[in-house]
Nanobody
Framework: QLQVVESGGGLVQPGGSLRLSCAAS????????IGWFRQAPAKEREGVSC????????RSADSVEGRFTISRDNAKNTVYLQMDNLKPEDTGVYYC????????????????????WGRGAQVTVSS
């Protein structure tokens, strides 16, 4: 089963940028759709942005459209989340997860559709 590890979190001021990486092991990443999700304190986990196995289809939350960009490099077994113009409400633990593409197309960026979760990376946006 694919295993994923997140990196690149940290503390940033409002308006700043961060790039998260999701590195995969124990399997070819190009067999999976990959998603980024986040969970703020006392809130449910929500979908941020998801990308299909080929990169041809992307689903993103309205709250991050125009600010966050998801991409993947299958040769490096890595998916990225470039986060620009960060806001305090973007604060939370960001998780990477995988969904086997053989199970169907990338229809929604919903946490309950994904498995193979990483441990998460903390992102804090504060002045």
């Amino acid at each position: 089963q694919l295993q994923v590890v997140e990196s690149g979190g940290g503390l940033v001021q409002p308006g700043g940028s961060l790039r998260l990486s999701c590195a995969a092991s124990k399997g070819p990443m190009n067999h999976y759709h990959i998603g980024w999700f986040r969970q703020a304190p006392a809130k449910e986990r929500e979908g941020v942005s998801c990308i299909s196995r080929s990169g041809g289809s992307i689903r993103s939350a309205d709250s991050v459209e125009g600010r966050f960009t998801i991409s993947r490099d299958n040769a490096k077994n890595t998916v990225y989340l470039q986060m620009d113009n960060l806001k305090p409400e973007d604060t939370g633990v960001y998780y990477c997860a995988a969904k086997l593409a053989q199970s169907g197309p990338l229809s929604r960026c919903s946490p309950n559709l994904f498995g193979s979760w990483g441990r998460g990376a903390q992102v804090t946006v504060s002045s």
